[in-house]
């Protein structure tokens, strides 16, 4: 009998696109299994148009006691003969070490990022997010060697082609002032880009329809951004669509910056107080920038609130063209035909 797998991650959009590493790794481990991947209720939407390997990907709601009596009784019901969180959220341990008293059959194994409790392999010691995902699955079922996250990088495969075009993709918006370039850096960015890449070049900005968001294109739309700056208003099922047809992303460490990198775009990520080792989980064509403050930084933000505003316009520029260069080396090396 085949197995049936549930790993989730009750995160936000961008862990939520590192959580298919985790998808991939146990699919290889048991190709006959059915992997179902969970993830919140509002990010599921994303995935509907394109193919990763989960078997099926379900939404997942804890956000009130309604929801909770739902949850119980899909899980009650269900057959999973492991459910593994990866870096579990207070609301879903609370959640399952109530299931496991209502259903002692479940086989649910949770880890949490930081603390070093539990069986995880390795838990509590910083590394890339996506390898303390796999620690996790490795640990329900120590088959084989532990797997390197550079082996198992996320993928996002659109059901249907999109054409590329002469366009970047500006990732201008961010949860916290600390992960937040200054808007007016990007604005002098697209004029070095413009200059550079020609005036037919598209830079696109894309925004959700939440509060945030849209301060954030009000006080864009006061810089007055050349013409080539085009707000891109997609719901989630029509992203990375919308994001697939550029050729780069450059911006903030964000959910659209594992979207981007997941679909195949080169990204450059400008980082603040976050530490790229666990928010960077990434090998060649995404490359980073970080801004020069304590590795420890995270734990007094309030002292770095303005870390962001000491990189540089031209920095950034700089490693764009240096990672263009390399993307052409590349793309030239491709192209050479082997003699005859």
Same mark, same amino acid.
């Given at each position: 009998m085949k197995k049936n797998i549930l790993v989730f991650k009750y995160r936000a959009l961008g862990d939520a696109v590192l959580g298919l590493s985790s998808v991939t790794y146990l699919k290889k481990l048991f190709p006959e299994a059915k992997i179902t991947y969970g993830v919140p209720h509002w990010v599921e939407p994303l995935f509907r148009n394109t193919q990763t390997d989960a078997d099926e990907i379900i939404p997942l709601d804890f956000s009130n006691a309604a929801k909770w009596c739902d949850s119980?009784?899909?899980f009650k019901k269900s057959n999973y003969d492991q459910i593994i969180e990866l870096n579990q959220s207070g609301r879903?341990? %609370?959640?399952? #070490? /109530?299931l496991k008293v209502l259903k002692p059959t479940v086989k649910y194994l949770g880890h949490n990022h930081h603390k070093k409790i539990g069986p995880i392999h390795d838990q509590?010691? %910083?590394?890339? #997010? /996506?390898?303390?995902d796999l620690d996790a699955c490795w640990t329900a079922f120590k088959k084989g060697p532990i797997p390197n996250y550079l082996d198992y990088p996320p993928q996002l495969k659109l059901l249907n082609s999109v054409e590329k075009t002469n366009s970047i993709v500006l990732g201008v918006v961010a949860t916290r002032e600390t992960k937040?370039?200054?808007l007016s850096s990007f604005k002098e960015l697209m004029i070095m880009l413009i200059k550079t890449l020609g005036e037919?070049?598209?830079?696109?900005?894309?925004?959700?329809?939440n509060e945030q968001d849209q301060t954030t294109k009000t006080e864009l739309k006061k810089l007055n951004l050349p013409a080539q700056a085009q707000f891109l208003h997609l719901p989630l099922n029509e992203l990375p669509a919308g994001l697939a047809q550029a050729k780069c992303y450059i911006g903030n460490d964000t959910g659209l910056k594992h979207i981007c990198a997941a679909l195949g775009?080169?990204?450059?990520t400008v980082f603040g107080i976050e530490d790229p080792i666990e928010w960077h989980p990434y090998g060649e064509g995404q490359v980073f920038i970080k801004a020069n403050v304590p590795t420890d930084a995270y734990k007094t933000p309030a002292e770095f609130k303005d870390c962001m505003k000491q990189i540089t316009v031209e920095r950034v520029f700089n490693k764009f063209l240096a990672l263009k260069a390399q993307v052409e080396k590349e793309h030239n090396k491709l192209q050479v035909q082997p003699e005859v």
């Amino acid at each position: 009998m085949k197995k049936n797998i549930l790993v989730f991650k009750y995160r936000a959009l961008g862990d939520a696109v590192l959580g298919l590493s985790s998808v991939t790794y146990l699919k290889k481990l048991f190709p006959e299994a059915k992997i179902t991947y969970g993830v919140p209720h509002w990010v599921e939407p994303l995935f509907r148009n394109t193919q990763t390997d989960a078997d099926e990907i379900i939404p997942l709601d804890f956000s009130n006691a309604a929801k909770w009596c739902d949850s119980y009784k899909f899980f009650k019901k269900s057959n999973y003969d492991q459910i593994i969180e990866l870096n579990q959220s207070g609301r879903t341990t %609370k959640f399952f #070490n /109530i299931l496991k008293v209502l259903k002692p059959t479940v086989k649910y194994l949770g880890h949490n990022h930081h603390k070093k409790i539990g069986p995880i392999h390795d838990q509590g010691i %910083k590394k890339a #997010n /996506i390898q303390r995902d796999l620690d996790a699955c490795w640990t329900a079922f120590k088959k084989g060697p532990i797997p390197n996250y550079l082996d198992y990088p996320p993928q996002l495969k659109l059901l249907n082609s999109v054409e590329k075009t002469n366009s970047i993709v500006l990732g201008v918006v961010a949860t916290r002032e600390t992960k937040m370039w200054p808007l007016s850096s990007f604005k002098e960015l697209m004029i070095m880009l413009i200059k550079t890449l020609g005036e037919n070049v598209k830079i696109l900005i894309p925004l959700s329809g939440n509060e945030q968001d849209q301060t954030t294109k009000t006080e864009l739309k006061k810089l007055n951004l050349p013409a080539q700056a085009q707000f891109l208003h997609l719901p989630l099922n029509e992203l990375p669509a919308g994001l697939a047809q550029a050729k780069c992303y450059i911006g903030n460490d964000t959910g659209l910056k594992h979207i981007c990198a997941a679909l195949g775009l080169n990204t450059l990520t400008v980082f603040g107080i976050e530490d790229p080792i666990e928010w960077h989980p990434y090998g060649e064509g995404q490359v980073f920038i970080k801004a020069n403050v304590p590795t420890d930084a995270y734990k007094t933000p309030a002292e770095f609130k303005d870390c962001m505003k000491q990189i540089t316009v031209e920095r950034v520029f700089n490693k764009f063209l240096a990672l263009k260069a390399q993307v052409e080396k590349e793309h030239n090396k491709l192209q050479v035909q082997p003699e005859v």
